[in-house]
């Protein structure tokens, strides 16, 4: 008999890493796999990343503060300053965790009286680690959808009729994954306005905040100051996508006195301190951050021209249809009469793309997600002609059928 809770064989897995083993596993095998399917951004941002990591690696191997050392949590909070425009980012409310993923799982504990029906709102699509780390903290999941038709923007009367007695926290994604939509302030005013007067906590995820493509990068902090001075909003971020280091594993977040008190003892019986040689190489990272800014301008072009590219290529093909995302690394493109699983499956195995399908976000709509932050200009070209090599064939066995 099984010793495994039960509740955990209903939560899925993330789809970009369940594929992943499988991409690793062909690529020692030799074969050729172009994978637009985990969301890295493999760009040599850090270039002296290697010196980096051995100077932190020496710097401290002894335990240390669960919430971060306070030189790090110090350097998080100038690099969270620069993005509130005027606000000082109070380091006593920084913690520093393990990827962005360990602060949600953190801040959203401090919300969640596991097994009390408690409610976390999150946007559909959704990043899939949110459904999952509700689910393993045991709330319920209340899902909001984004107004597909209108490039994804928020549906205000949805978000209001979502809102219960039993709301703890809004999960809210901008630059999100995986549409790459960006939130306007007048959705920053409106969220806020519907949370006035509860004590329901505003989770921003801003991941992608460095990588927006049209000039606009709005940010919770510059937008909600009364919000943050009032601890009812924390913001999540992390180095894996703004500095190209998903495997640091170095996230943060900012957030109100009481939660970090709360999170000092989440964080202590959980893993007892974030990694000390992560947290020195990041402070050697952040003390930089000015040369990092600089070489990022050239990491987005890169990154623009690739997202055109695939846009483009894609609007060619019968029955997809691709906005032009705003932010982040994906393009997401929507499928007319195409099973998106099938889709997903055949790209694979009969030409070796990897990408994701709608079913991972939630969405239900037939849609696909390809990374533009891993491949080149020409690898990209080559995956284009391969999905349009198998858009034909799904075309002609449709035909042969009717
Ligand atoms: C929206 C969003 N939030 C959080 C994460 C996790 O980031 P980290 O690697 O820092 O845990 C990702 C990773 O893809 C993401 O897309």
């Known amino acids: 008999m099984s010793t495994v809770s039960l509740d955990l064989l ?25 994978d637009l399917s985990i969301g890295d951004v493999q760009y040599p941002l850090v ?36 993005r509130a425009h005027g606000l000082d980012i109070d380091p006593q409310k920084v913690f520093v965790s393990i990827g962005a993923k360990g602060a949600l799982t953190s801040v959203l504990r401090c919300s969640i009286q596991p097994g009390n029906g408690d409610e976390i709102i999150c946007f559909q699509p959704f990043f899939p680690s949110y459904l999952g780390v509700i689910q393993l903290l045991g709330a319920q999941a209340v899902i909001v959808p984004l107004n597909s038709t209108h ?64 000039g606009a990068n709005p940010s919770a902090l510059s937008l909600l100051p009364d919000l943050y001075e009032e601890g009812q909003i924390t913001v999540i971020d992390s180095l894996s996508k703004s500095h190209a280091l998903p495997g640091l594993r170095l996230g943060f977040g900012v957030t109100n006195s009481e939660y970090i008190h709360q999170i000092h003892k989440i ?53 997809f249809h691709c906005s032009t995302p705003e932010g982040a690394i994906y393009v997401y493109p929507t499928l007319d009469n195409i099973d998106s699983v099938i889709f997903r499956k055949s790209l694979l195995e ?53």
């Not at 897995?13 to 796999?33: H, M, T, Y």
């Not at 926290?169 to 939509?181: D, E, K, L």
Request: with cysteine; proline share 5%; charged share 25%.
């Open 10 to 34: 209903s939560i899925q897995g993330e789809a970009a890493f369940d594929i992943k083993p499988n991409v690793d596993a062909a690529r020692r095998e030799g074969l050729d796999v172009i």
């Open 47 to 82: 270039h002296n990343i290697q010196d980096i990591i051995c100077e932190a690696g020496q710097k401290s191997l002894r335990y240390g503060n669960p919430l971060g050392e306070p030189e790090v949590r110090e350097v998080i909070s100038h690099y969270l300053s620069q």
């Open 151 to 214: 490039s994804y923007q928020l549906d205000y009367r949805e978000l209001e009729r979502s809102i219960t007695s039993k709301t703890k926290a809004i999960i809210v994604n901008s630059p999100h994954n995986p549409t790459g939509s960006l939130l306007t302030p007048e959705d920053y005013r409106i969220i806020s306005q519907l949370v006035a007067n509860t004590s329901i906590m505003i989770v921003f995820d801003e991941v992608y905040h460095t990588l927006t493509y049209n």
């Open 267 to 319: 964080q202590t019986h959980f893993f007892s301190c974030p990694p000390q040689p992560t947290q020195a190489a990041a402070k050697l990272i952040l003390d930089n951050e000015q040369t990092y800014r600089s070489r990022r301008e050239k990491m987005k072009q890169e990154f623009t021209f690739r997202r055109d590219l695939l846009v483009k290529g894609i609007n060619e093909i019968d029955n």
């Open 350 to 402: 009969l030409t070796g793309v990897a990408c994701l399908d709608n079913s991972g976000f939630g969405d239900p709509q037939s849609a696909l997600r390809l990374a533009f932050s891993t491949e080149s200009p020409t690898r990209l070209t080559v995956a284009l002609e391969r999905i349009q090599r198998i858009a034909n064939y799904v075309k002609h066995s449709q035909h042969s059928k009717n």
